[in-house]
């Protein structure tokens, strides 16, 4: 697997990277064709992989690609505070190198591919947790993270001891919002009587809140100095932080994305992660390139769901699935989402 660093994307090095694609038989847009279904790509989302959480999720889904499709996977990763003109770029050489298809991993690639994508038009354009660019050649892949996040409120609501849970977003942008909107829900919807604290790490334009631990870690700390004993975190790598904090404190920590009870970079405080909100996220892009490779690429919204087990809770930690209540009161919650009894709010 070829792995693009982030000291190739950093600011004018752009320009590199363009080069190392050609180097590496980079092709136009016409000659990237004749590869198509043999090579794939992903471009990572901020904190890039090895964040334990929703990168790694994506690299799983390539790295499957790989050993079961035998295609070759090309990964690039993002630098801190970049602009949309460094994604651009970036998708630009992945797709002249003959990747096909090409995934950004994240919301924040919507306006790179929506450039990009009119210029490969036999080129699939991955675009994952957003829908408002879309396109012959664009597939969005989407996930209803509202209903995951209200399986972990009602587990939250459930094994609190001190009647206070806190819920940690890495950036305030409508996305994570959906994550604290089922999660407040399912609290409340199980135990009215416990208290939700609700903190952002950072405000767009600065998503600094998905790539730094130490926020994660100072904002669970607080949390759990004002009596939280659950801390749910939707922040990507900032959210090992809230784990470790959690895990020093002797309180449950709930994980994201993927899950982190089994993640290999946590494995130090695994006891204190109760469960995960996971979303498939390896599944859609495994679903994507395999499409692809098919000969009958997915374009328009992927969405998964409880109903298609595209997101859900995690049962890896023993100490979870031996807290029977909990187990069948959240097994109860998710059959009535599916059935509709439930209907989960995407926004607080």
Do not use: H
Not at 105 to 119: D, H, M, S, T, W
Not at 241 to 252: D, H, L, M, P, T
Not at 295 to 316: C, F, H, M, W
């Amino acid at each position: 697997m070829r792995r693009i660093t982030r000291i190739a994307t950093v600011g004018i090095a752009s320009a590199a990277l363009a080069l190392s694609a050609t180097a590496c038989g980079g092709k136009t847009s016409s000659e990237a064709d004749s590869d198509s279904g043999t090579k794939a790509a992903i471009a990572y989302d901020i904190g890039g992989r090895g964040d334990q959480s929703f990168n790694d999720a994506a690299f799983a889904g390539l790295e499957k690609a790989e050993k079961e499709l035998g295609v070759k996977g090309t990964e690039a990763e993002p630098s801190e505070g970049e602009a949309d003109p460094d994604k651009v770029q970036r998708l630009t050489s992945l797709a002249r190198a003959g990747n096909n298809p090409v995934i950004g991993v994240g919301f924040a690639y919507a306006p790179a591919i929506a450039e990009v994508a009119p210029k490969f038009p036999k080129t699939t354009f991955g675009l994952i947790d957003d829908t408002s660019k879309t396109g012959k050649n664009i597939a969005n892949l989407v996930f209803n993270e509202e209903q995951g996040s209200y399986l972990a409120g009602v587990a939250a609501a459930k094994v609190t001891k001190s009647n206070t849970v806190g819920f940690i977003g890495g950036v305030e942008t409508p996305l994570i919002k959906k994550f604290e909107a089922g999660f407040v829900q399912g609290v409340k919807d199980t135990n009215k009587n416990v208290n939700v604290k609700v903190q952002y790490l950072t405000q767009p334009p600065d998503f600094g809140g998905f790539s730094k631990p130490d926020l994660g870690k100072a904002a669970a700390q607080g949390q759990i100095d004002a009596g939280a004993d659950v801390i749910y975190a939707a922040a990507g790598l900032a959210g090992s932080g809230s784990i470790e904090a959690a895990a020093n404190a002797k309180k449950w920590a709930i994980g994201v994305d993927s899950d982190q009870y089994n993640q290999s970079g946590l494995a130090k405080y695994k006891e204190s992660i109760l469960t995960s909100v996971t979303k498939d996220v390896s599944g859609g892009v495994y679903n994507l390139i395999k499409s692809v490779k098919d000969g009958k690429p997915q374009n328009g919204e992927i969405r998964y769901g409880l109903d298609k087990n595209g997101v859900g809770l995690a049962t890896s930690n023993p100490a979870f699935t031996k807290m029977t209540d909990v187990v069948a009161a959240v097994d109860k919650a998710k059959a009535d989402i599916i059935a509709g009894t439930i209907t989960v709010k995407t926004a607080p």
